[in-house]
C-alpha cells in the first residue's frame, strides 16, 4: 500500500535553532518527492522537488535530502524564524497513475 | 499574475442545503483538483480533472459534485448528501504529468450551522 508518514507530528523551537523534519514512504515505482509549507488558513505552496537521482536540494534555509534505497527524506530549517510557524507537507508521485500521496504534515512552532 | 482563486474564502452552510465553491486559474493548467483537510489529517481527494468536460472520483468523492464545462474553472457542489461537510477544502491546478506539482489556491473554510 502506497503510504506517506511524516514524524514529527508537531514540534516547538525557539527562534535561530535548527530543525529537521522526516518523511519516509512506501510509494513505488517513485516518480518525485516535494515538501510543502502550509501556513495558517492558506494552501500550501512547494518548497523543494526531489527526482530519484537528486540527494539533496536547497531553498534559501531550506535544504531537503533524498535516500530513494530507504525511502526516506528530511527537510532541515537553518536558523529558524518566526515566520517558519508552519505545517510542513511531505507529497510523494509514482510513476504510474494519476495519483499524489500526501503525507499529514509536520506542525512546527517557533518561539521567541 | 497567474494563479488559482478559491472563493468565498469563508461560508456557512445549513444542514440540507447545498453549497458551491469556486476555483478559477489563469495559469493554463489541464489539470484541477479538490482535497478535503480535516485536522490531524492528509489532504485526501475528492475529484479531479485533466481535461475540460471531464473528471474523476477521488477517494471521497460521496456527497460532492463537480463541474469542469472550462479549462479555467472547477467549482465544487456540497451536497445535503454530504453528512460531515465542514472542512478545509483546497483547490489545485497542475500542468498534466507527475513532474509538474500543485499550485494550490487559498482553500475554503467551509461550516456547518
Known amino acids: 500500500k502506497n503510504q506517506v508518514e511524516q514524524s514529527p507530528q508537531s514540534l516547538i523551537i525557539l527562534e535561530g535553532k535548527n530543525c529537521t523534519l522526516q518523511?519516509?514512504?512506501?510509494?513505488?515505482?517513485?516518480?518525485?518527492l516535494r515538501w510543502y509549507k502550509q501556513d495558517t488558513g492558506r494552501g500550501p505552496v512547494s518548497l523543494t522537488i526531489m527526482t530519484f537521482s537528486e540527494n539533496t536540494k536547497s531553498n534559501g534555509r531550506y535544504t531537503a535530502t533524498l535516500d530513494a534505497d530507504t525511502k526516506q527524506s528530511s527537510l532541515h530549517i537553518t536558523a529558524s524564524q518566526l515566520s517558519d510557524s508552519a505545517s510542513y507537507i511531505c507529497v510523494v508521485s509514482p510513476n504510474t497513475g494519476n495519483q499524489f500521496y500526501f503525507g499529514t504534515g509536520t506542525s512546527l512552532t517557533v518561539i521567541p | 499574475d497567474g494563479g488559482i482563486t478559491q472563493s468565498p474564502k469563508y461560508l456557512f452552510r445549513k444542514e440540507g442545503q447545498n453549497v458551491t465553491l469556486s476555483c478559477e486559474q489563469n495559469?493554463?493548467?489541464?489539470?484541477m483538483y479538490w482535497y478535503r483537510q480535516d485536522p490531524g489529517q492528509g489532504l485526501r481527494l475528492i475529484y479531479y480533472?485533466?481535461?475540460?468536460?471531464?473528471?474523476q472520483k477521488g477517494d471521497i468523492a460521496e456527497g460532492y459534485s463537480v463541474s469542469r464545462e472550462k479549462k479555467e474553472s472547477f467549482p465544487l457542489t456540497v451536497t445535503s448528501a454530504q453528512k460531515n461537510p465542514t472542512a478545509f477544502y483546497l483547490c489545485?491546478?497542475?500542468?498534466?504529468?507527475?513532474?509538474?506539482?500543485?499550485?494550490f489556491g487559498s482553500g475554503t473554510r467551509l461550516t456547518v450551522v
Open positions: 480533472s485533466q481535461i475540460v468536460n471531464d473528471f
Open positions: 518523511c519516509n514512504y512506501t510509494v513505488s515505482p517513485f516518480s518525485n
Open positions: 495559469l493554463n493548467h489541464d489539470a
Open positions: 489545485a491546478s497542475s500542468m498534466t504529468g507527475r513532474h509538474y506539482g500543485y499550485t
